[in-house]
């Protein structure tokens, strides 16, 4: 869906921002604009006037792209890791030395430090080389079809004896040995490609996430390539695998050869021809609004980035040191076969698998740091337990399969993130390009695992106890973890590559009284709560005429401000708010926070409790209110939610929500009625979240002070009733009604409700001018579950009964939509004035109950409806 911005004149003004040489507001858009914004970003251009401009980013396509990598580098994985199983016997077969069996792995190594090289300089002569995704994975893909096929058919003839091999025996070794070495080449270059294409494609917040995901399919390609090979191996009827036992050789390069064809297949289909860097700039400069990224001084670069290629090179050393180690460990003292040992270490692995799902399931509870933290210590205990004195608490090297199982996962994942954040730094500072950087890591990493057998076999060697080795080869490499986190403390943690873009938008109409402390004290919340985030205050102001967008940009604060307006007079605090989204959007804000500028309660722990909901799509509040406050709530909205949506939301139409990205492009996506940019947007903001499935969390907070509703009643409550039916069109009743996690407002002071008074007459006189504005349009329609003339002349008597039956007619009926919201907002006038009449001289909690009563008649006509038409 197209988000036309026809008529809609923007103007900006940033105080802590330069953004023109004279400092004065611009004008960026005027009369017709020529360009229109993609909300789902599902096309791969934008159409400016009749040019078309070049192909832009793509959020569907990056992610078609980065799944296309992973896949890759997972199969890559695998063909690596699975020819080791069988290497050995390969050796044995062809009468060469045991170290054969280490040239064919090292040999696959080095083609992909060539392949690597390679790219990297074909990168550096085209910078733009990686964005024909497509043409290079498929190259690469049928270079390993190939050497897979040709080591199947090499293997095929030294099993056979010879018969047809071309040459001497030593012309078969060599070609073997060649074979291997040119099958690692497509690893490399995709392996650098990955680096590259991935961190141009991605926002920069989503790095650490990404990058850590690579290296997790990596990772379980090390682990399946043996289990998947092995299973080959010793399968029954396998077609290059006849019961001649050296004959299942075959097998392990057949198989992978499977594999490559059906990777081929799927790159063909589902790989994008081409794509493009991501720029926070590509979402249609609806606002104008770009934020400088944040540069760190040449030393601190230069700090951050080598110690993040050190800490590549730790990974790389400690992960081969133990794959080596244990291997040797277990074959020496315990007496294990070379296959047990090779299924068994390469499945240590798959313990990524829980690992990420519990990364997961609690990645938004802590900060990338503090997960790269945790893994550390995981690695340096999992380490702990290869010292001898722990391995003969259970006999037979279980121990140190364990061992390997918790530090292999924890150090591979944990140094995902650091390449991460190191491949987000590097695209925002100078010092090495990412091309560069991900080129030194690759290296380091390759460098470090060559060095760590032969020094993992010499400390293994070391002293007459065997037992000594063993505990010399676990000092060292509880060093290499020690020093792997001591490492991250020192030149990483401290450095913040970008920190997370949090948006605070705050939509005013003549807020001259209350802007300036409302924007200070949101200023000081924000400073408390979210020090990891970079925070931008948005005032997105309806043309108020008392001055209320030059008070906030006068208004002194730590965070930096952001002013928008909305093309015409009074256009609705909806209008507002989609300015505050697409800006958000526009800066790559990871989350939002939308506050009305009214509050008179506001203090900064408002601002501690939406930073405890980020990890949620949409946070609703939930409020304590006055008994005779929340009308259109109570009556129409708490209770149509609960009944369509099955989820207890006291506060619908709050007013203060928090929000992710991802919820704003949802908002974004939709269509704008002209209800929606007014009063309509809390509602529509919820209901779209509930539609769409999205996770929500109620806040807690204290009693909101405000500027009166009453006065905006008449026009307030048909907008968010239309809006409401509306959104609710096509929806079907939940029989259950859940609660929603909530987050409990943190304070010791007691919360007090301050007493109003609320005259009904007020309720009844706004029914009796709704009715005669739209008397022949609400009597044409009428509902038979009420007699409309009778309530009208005895205005305090619709009470809760009725008015549930005429609730459930509007969300079920077939009536004209206008019709039903004029006859419903009329009769909602009369019902909340029966209803302040009722609770004038109860308690709040006593009033609460019988708004819950109401909710849950709704619910029981509702479920008595359905059982009747089922």
């Given at each position: 869906l197209h988000w036309p911005f026809t008529h809609l004149n923007l103007y900006y003004r940033v105080t802590t921002m330069q953004w023109s040489s004279d400092g004065q507001s611009q004008k960026l858009l005027t009369g017709t604009p020529s360009t229109e914004y993609n909300a789902c970003q599902t096309s791969d251009s934008l159409e400016t006037g009749s040019t078309k401009s070049e192909p832009l980013w793509s959020a569907g396509t990056a992610e078609r792209a980065r799944q296309c990598l992973f896949l890759v580098q997972f199969m890559q994985q695998m063909a690596f890791a699975g020819i080791i199983v069988d290497s050995y016997q390969v050796g044995r077969l062809l009468d060469v030395s045991p170290a054969f069996s280490g040239l064919l792995v090292g040999l696959f190594m080095t083609g992909g430090a060539v392949g690597t090289s390679a790219m990297t300089l074909a990168l550096h002569v085209r910078p733009e080389a990686w964005k024909e995704l497509r043409g290079i994975l498929l190259t690469c893909q049928s270079m390993d079809l190939t050497g897979a096929l040709l080591y199947t058919t090499l293997i095929h003839w030294a099993v056979h004896g010879g018969s047809g091999a071309p040459g001497a025996p030593g012309m078969g070794i060599w070609s073997i040995a060649l074979v291997r070495f040119l099958w690692g080449l497509g690893s490399g270059v995709t392996g650098q490609l990955a680096g590259v294409a991935i961190t141009k494609i991605t926002p920069p917040g989503e790095l650490p996430e990404q990058m850590q995901c690579l290296q997790f399919w990596q990772t379980l390609g090390l682990g399946m390539g043996p289990l998947i090979v092995g299973l080959a191996i010793f399968a029954d009827g396998l077609p290059l695998a006849p019961s001649v036992q050296p004959a299942k050789l075959c097998a392990a390069p057949a198989t992978l050869a499977i594999l490559q064809i059906l990777v081929l297949l799927t790159l063909f289909q589902h790989c994008p021809a081409s794509i493009q860097a991501w720029q926070s700039s590509q979402i249609g400069q609806v606002s104008g609004v770009t934020l400088k990224p944040e540069k760190q001084p040449a030393g601190v670069q230069v700090l951050f980035l080598c110690s993040c290629f050190l800490l590549c090179a730790l990974r790389g050393y400690a992960v081969a040191g133990a794959e080596v180690g244990t291997a040797l460990l277990l074959e020496t003292p315990y007496g294990w076969n070379r296959h047990s040992i090779g299924f068994l270490v390469s499945g240590t692995f798959l313990a990524s698998i829980p690992l990420r799902w519990t990364y997961l399931r609690l990645r938004d509870r802590f900060s990338v740091a503090t997960w790269i933290r945790i893994l550390s210590l995981v690695a340096i205990g999992g380490t702990t337990l290869v010292f001898s004195r722990v391995t003969h608490a259970i006999p037979g090297g279980v121990i140190l399969v364990l061992a390997d199982a918790v530090m292999f996962?924890?150090?591979?994942?944990?140094?995902?993130?650091?390449?991460?954040?190191?491949?987000?730094?590097?695209?925002?500072?100078?010092?090495?390009?990412?091309?560069?950087?991900?080129?030194?890591?690759?290296?380091?990493?390759?460098?470090?695992?060559?060095?760590?057998?032969?020094?993992?076999?010499?400390?293994?060697?070391a002293g007459d106890d065997p037992f000594e080795g063993q505990n010399l080869f676990a000092a060292c490499q509880l060093t290499c973890c020690i020093f792997f986190l001591g490492v991250f403390e020192v030149g990483v943690r401290h450095v913040t590559p970008a920190r997370p873009v949090l948006v605070i938008g705050l939509p005013s109409l003549n807020e001259a009284d209350n802007i300036e402390a409302l924007t200070k004290v949101v200023d000081e919340g924000c400073q408390r709560y979210f020090p990891q985030h970079r925070c931008l205050l948005v005032n997105a102001d309806c043309q108020s005429s008392d001055g209320t967008a030059a008070i906030f940009a006068q208004t002194q604060t730590r965070c930096e401000k952001v002013s928008l307006r909305t093309s015409l007079p009074a256009e609705g605090k909806g209008a507002a708010l989609k300015l505050v989204f697409s800006c958000m959007l526009e800066v790559n804000a990871v989350h939002g926070i939308c506050l009305d500028t009214d509050l008179k309660?506001?203090?900064?722990?408002?601002?501690?409790?939406?930073?405890?909901?980020?990890?949620?799509?949409?946070?609703?509040?939930?409020?304590?209110?006055?008994?005779?406050?929340?009308?259109?709530?109570?009556?129409?909205?708490?209770?149509?939610?609960?009944?369509?949506?099955?989820?207890?939301?006291?506060q619908a139409i709050g007013g203060d929500f928090g929000f992710s990205r991802r919820a704003a492009e949802a908002f974004l996506a939709q269509p704008w009625p002209a209800k929606v940019e007014k009063y309509g947007i809390d509602i529509f903001m919820t209901t779209t979240v509930l539609k769409r499935g999205y996770s929500m969390v109620e806040v807690e907070l204290p009693p909101k002070i405000h500027s009166p509703s009453l006065p905006k009643l008449k026009d307030m409550l048909p907008e968010v009733?239309?809006?409401?039916?509306?959104?609710?069109?096509?929806?079907?009743?939940?029989?259950?009604?859940?609660?929603?996690?909530?987050?409990?407002?943190?304070?010791?002071?007691?919360?007090?409700?301050?007493?109003?008074?609320?005259?009904?007459?007020?309720?009844?006189?706004?029914?009796?001018?709704?009715?005669?504005?739209?008397?022949?349009?609400?009597?044409?329609h009428a509902p038979a579950v009420l007699d409309l003339p009778a309530a009208f002349a005895s205005p305090l008597t619709l009470d809760a009964a009725a008015w549930v039956q005429l609730l459930h007619w509007a969300l079920t009926t077939d009536t004209e939509r206008e019709a039903v919201v004029r006859i419903l907002s009329c009769c909602c006038f009369l019902r909340s004035a029966r209803h302040c009449a009722d609770v004038q001289e109860r308690t709040n909690e006593e009033a609460e109950r019988l708004v819950l009563t109401q909710r849950d008649a709704l619910r029981h006509l509702a479920m008595k409806s359905w059982s009747c038409a089922g």
């Open positions: 996962p924890a150090l591979y994942l944990g140094e995902g993130l650091t390449r991460g954040l190191m491949m987000q730094f590097a695209k925002e500072n100078v010092i090495f390009s990412v091309n560069l950087s991900s080129f030194l890591a690759i290296l380091l990493n390759n460098v470090a695992r060559t060095i760590a057998p032969w020094l993992s076999r010499l400390n293994l060697s309660t506001m203090t900064p722990e408002w601002i501690r409790a939406f930073s405890l909901a980020l990890q949620y799509d949409f946070a609703v509040p939930r409020y304590l209110r006055h008994r005779c406050d929340g009308f259109i709530t109570n009556m129409v909205v708490y209770p149509s939610v609960c009944a369509v949506f099955g989820y207890d939301i006291r009733v239309g809006i409401l039916l509306t959104q609710l069109d096509c929806e079907s009743f939940h029989m259950d009604l859940r609660q929603l996690p909530r987050i409990p407002w943190q304070s010791d002071k007691p919360m007090t409700i301050p007493e109003v008074k609320v005259d009904p007459a007020i309720f009844v006189n706004l029914a009796e001018l709704c009715f005669k504005e739209h008397e022949q349009c609400i009597l044409a």
